[in-house]
């Protein structure tokens, strides 16, 4: 039996730790190479950190293994937040975390969400993992109801997820999110030619997709 909770600051080590084994699988991550399979990556764990500090993500947890079965890092963004991160952006020299989140900063920023929609902030479901052993249960879908409702109790009038992968993108669409962009990967090349984003099908489009809430 499945338990969905917020996370609590005693579990986000445990996160963190389910991330390390099932985040690499990633699309965008598994091109740049960003994180490897058990193995810390300080700078996209401290991303993960500030997001749960915000305390409205989820957790699948098995009640009978004590163990993580998956995870929905929500976060808040804020009007401005995204010009304030490309000029921090600046002061990282990690290329392959430049190269993931410039991306989603790139776009994010010519989409303008807030200005569409005229609000001053966006509830973001930042990262969806479930756990290798769990999937095909319905849990994704499940962890995207627990947050709409997270976004409704807080009073969020858009939902938003940087969906980088064909898996996310379903589940999304199953739960009334539509496309506000979509992105080629492989449209992207640097000075040699050489694809930057060099992703395996079906994972070909990176998608912003949207919500409101009623």
Not at 57 to 76: C, H, P, Q, R, Y
Not at 193 to 208: E, N
Request: net charge neutral; with cysteine.
């Amino acid at each position: 039996m499945l338990d969905y909770s917020i996370i609590p600051p005693s579990r986000f080590n445990a996160v963190i730790e389910h991330l390390r084994v099932n985040f690499p699988d990633e699309p965008l991550n598994a091109s740049v190479g960003l994180c490897l399979h058990g193995i810390p990556c300080p700078l996209l764990e401290h991303h993960d950190l500030k997001t749960m500090q915000d305390g409205m993500s989820i957790m699948a947890v098995d009640k009978e293994k004590n163990k993580i079965a998956g995870v929905a890092l929500n976060g808040t963004s804020k009007r401005g937040e995204t010009e304030q991160s490309i000029e921090e952006m600046k002061t990282i020299e990690n290329l392959e975390y430049r190269r993931i989140f410039g991306l989603l900063n790139d776009v994010n920023l010519e989409l303008d969400l807030f200005s569409k929609y005229n609000v001053d902030k966006i509830f973001e479901v930042r990262i969806l993992s479930v756990d290798s052993s769990y999937r095909g249960k319905g849990i994704a879908k499940e962890l995207f109801a627990q947050s709409e409702a997270m976004a409704r109790k807080n009073a969020f009038k858009v939902m938003k997820t940087d969906a980088t992968s064909l898996f996310t993108q379903k589940v999304a669409e199953s739960q009334g999110f539509w496309v506000e962009k979509s992105v080629n990967y492989h449209d992207y090349k640097d000075e040699q030619g050489k694809k930057i984003y060099d992703t395996r099908p079906p994972h070909l489009h990176y998608k912003v997709m949207a919500k409101l809430i009623e």
